[in-house]
């Protein structure tokens, strides 16, 4: 009975473990990934070049939105949230290479900026300062990924 559980716990080891092939084509994985896609593909595609998941000023931007504080006019936290959106999918934009995807996102925050710089008015001295605070930080780091990418 020893000998039927050994077996079996055996086989179960050895065929649920993956080995992995020695590649022995001349044509490294560098070569395809750069050959992907069509050829009308190929020429229509800017590549941003820059890796967002090690880039401080993206990390920035990813703290600011997680920290944005809530305010009491509801307008303004709703505008808040679609601006913190808009920096969500421009940082996935540019992680995925895509031109278009990028300049809606930046049309979309630019759209949101311009409707909470309107409600600033409406605040407290505290609480415009530290919007204030929270908006230059976000403008800045946009400007400095924006700067990094060629062709800008």
């Known amino acids: 009975m020893k000998r039927l559980v050994f077996f079996g716990v055996l086989i179960l080891l050895t065929s649920s473990c993956a080995t992995e092939k020695f590649n022995l084509s001349p044509l490294s994985n560098n070569f395809y990934s750069e050959t992907k896609g069509s050829d009308s593909d190929r020429g229509s595609k800017k590549n941003f070049n820059i890796n967002i998941k090690e880039n401080v000023n993206a990390s920035e931007i990813s703290n600011l939105i997680s920290t944005f504080p809530k305010f009491k006019n509801d307008g303004l936290n709703e505008e808040i949230t679609s601006l913190k959106y808009s920096l969500q999918n421009y940082l996935y934009a540019i992680d995925a290479n ?49 700067d990094a990418l060629p062709g800008s």
């Open 98 to 146: 895509n031109s278009t995807g990028k300049s809606r996102a930046l049309k979309s925050f630019e759209k949101s900026y311009k409707k909470i710089q309107k409600s600033r008015q409406k605040l407290d001295k505290d609480d415009d300062e530290i919007l204030n605070r929270y908006l230059v930080r976000l403008k800045t780091n946009i400007s400095v990924i924006e």
